[in-house]
């Protein structure tokens, strides 16, 4: 399991940091649009494809399962992931604490890994990438669709 940013300090691997780069606008609209509708709670990013060392990340699309994960539900969901209880209880506090206009919880499974990350001090906000995705929904739309499948 690999950790990032100050809550878990630790290595994150290039492909997480790439994928949330290349994903944030949809990540943020999922934290802010079920924020509302749901409460606290995290992101899960399912990687569907095998990643490739040759992956060009400005190029190749990623397909992944999005899905947000509602406090209520979150310590079973990572229990499920035969996580340690240190870091399943380092999580539900983050939940608990995190700022949901300005932060987000995520979490990204994908080539046998799992990857926690607290996204803060973002150059776009939870808020901000609702706004845009809305505003851009046809080209999001089939995206999505297929990544939630």
């Given at each position: 399991?690999?950790?990032?940013?100050?809550?878990?300090?630790?290595?994150?691997?290039?492909?997480?940091?790439?994928?949330?780069?290349?994903?944030?606008?949809?990540?943020?609209?999922?934290?802010?649009?079920?924020?509302?509708?749901?409460?606290?709670?995290?992101?899960?990013?399912?990687?569907?494809?095998?990643?490739?060392?040759?992956?060009?990340?400005?190029?190749?699309?990623?397909?992944?399962?999005?899905?947000?994960?509602?406090?209520?539900?979150?310590?079973?969901?990572?229990?499920r992931l035969d996580l340690e209880e240190d870091v399943v209880d380092a999580l539900l506090e983050t939940i608990e604490t995190y700022d949901p206009m300005r932060a987000i919880v995520a979490l990204v499974k994908g080539n046998g890994e799992v990857d926690c990350s607290l996204l803060q001090n973002l150059k776009i906000s939870p808020v901000d990438c609702c706004e845009q995705v809305l505003r851009r929904w046809p080209e999001f739309q089939p995206g999505l669709i297929l990544q939630g499948e």
């Open positions: 399991m690999q950790y990032s940013n100050s809550v878990w300090p630790g290595y994150v691997s290039h492909w997480q940091s790439s994928f949330i780069r290349q994903n944030i606008l949809i990540i943020g609209y999922i934290a802010w649009n079920d924020y509302l509708n749901a409460g606290r709670g995290m992101v899960v990013c399912e990687i569907i494809d095998a990643l490739h060392p040759a992956i060009d990340w400005s190029l190749d699309l990623v397909a992944f399962r999005p899905a947000f994960i509602p406090r209520c539900r979150a310590a079973n969901y990572l229990r």
